[in-house]
């Protein structure tokens, strides 16, 4: 493995590419080795190192933070490596979500600057670190990217990671853009049910359209476990504002719905609606499959959702109300109306 704690601030980061957009293959086939052998302190150590790093380097030298460009995607590559290995059953998931915390806790960093007083450490995806500049949409392209290939359970360490740092609101909660991705492929495509106990390892050579809902079905109920009161207030608002715009765009199944039919894409008080109902239609799947494990993840996730919306007497309520006869007397939204 190569020296993971060999960068100097008084150098750019080792590539000297400034700004291109990517970690370095180096430190991404070295920040997976290390997360495969289960070594978190040393990564650990090399995400303090590169925020130290970064730090000094843009004090110290009178360059441009663009020069630092890559060292941003490769601390970032380095926390989502740790997100699909360490158990999503362990305390030291939430530390890596805290370490993150920390870091946006350090504020916009800023130098002395002889004529204006004052510089700040501005990106095109925001301020260092304040707005933890390409947090977002680094971790949902490598969620794109990876989760078909990912195992079952690196899959839900993954989501459960995600879903947690989502739920801290970090970088304009934009990193809920990962949950639309998902719910359209477990809630808004149409699959087979599968089975829990379906051979789901790691598989390079996995695509998309081979999945059923039961492999997916864990991590979106993580998603709406850890983060759900997060995505009742973007659907409140109608929330779209995705790093692409395929990323919003509703599964096939929702499209063509009665409820599709009323909403934008994105986050919408509609298409949540079509995913509490797809619930309830994957308790039915799963009983009569015999997963009783997978039932009660989406029964739980049923519960979550009515308890979270009802607490805040939320938007959704009043659009459900408001939507005819077709919605409101649909026996998967009954648990909506008051007195239930």
């Not at 990217?145 to 990671?161: E, H, I, V």
Request: glycine share 8%; proline share 4%.
């Amino acid at each position: 493995m190569h020296d993971l704690l060999r960068d100097s601030p008084g150098l750019p980061p080792r590539d000297g590419s400034g700004g291109s957009g990517a970690c370095n293959p180096v430190d991404r086939a070295d920040f997976e080795e290390a997360a495969r052998a289960g070594d978190f302190n040393l990564l650990r150590s090399v995400t303090y190192s590169r925020t130290w790093a970064v730090t000094q380097f843009y004090c110290r030298s009178g360059n441009s933070i663009d020069n630092c460009e890559t060292h941003l995607h490769s601390l970032w590559y380095a926390y989502y490596q740790c997100a699909r290995h360490v158990s999503n059953e362990s305390f030291e998931q939430d530390r890596w979500v805290l370490d993150i915390l920390r870091t946006r806790g350090r504020g916009p960093l800023t130098r002395h600057a002889p004529a204006a007083g004052v510089d700040i450490a501005r990106t095109p995806d925001g301020t260092v670190w304040n707005d933890l500049p390409f947090l977002a949409t680094d971790m949902t392209e490598y969620w794109i990217k990876d989760y078909a290939a990912m195992g079952s359970k690196q899959r839900l360490k993954a989501a459960t990671f995600l879903a947690k740092l989502a739920s801290t609101r970090v970088a304009n909660d934009r990193l809920c853009q990962i949950a639309l991705v998902l719910f359209r492929h477990t809630f808004e495509t149409v699959r087979p049910f599968g089975s829990s106990s379906d051979p789901d390892d790691e598989d390079h050579r996995r695509t998309e359209g081979v999945f059923t809902t039961a492999s997916l079905l864990p991590s979106a109920c993580a998603w709406i476990r850890e983060s759900g009161h997060n995505i009742i207030l973007l659907s409140e608002v109608s929330w779209n504002n995705c790093s692409r715009s395929i990323i919003g765009r509703g599964g096939h199944t929702f499209v063509y719905s009665e409820l599709g039919q009323r909403a934008p894409g994105g986050f919408s008080p509609w298409r949540w609606l079509y995913w509490l109902k797809r619930l309830h239609e994957i308790v039915d799947e799963a009983l009569k499959a015999d997963e009783k494990l997978l039932a009660e993840q989406a029964a739980k996730s049923i519960d979550i959702m009515l308890s979270d919306v009802k607490e805040r007497n939320s938007r959704i309520l009043r659009v459900f109300e408001a939507a005819g006869d077709a919605v409101t007397q649909d026996k998967d939204l009954m648990g909506l109306k008051k007195g239930w």
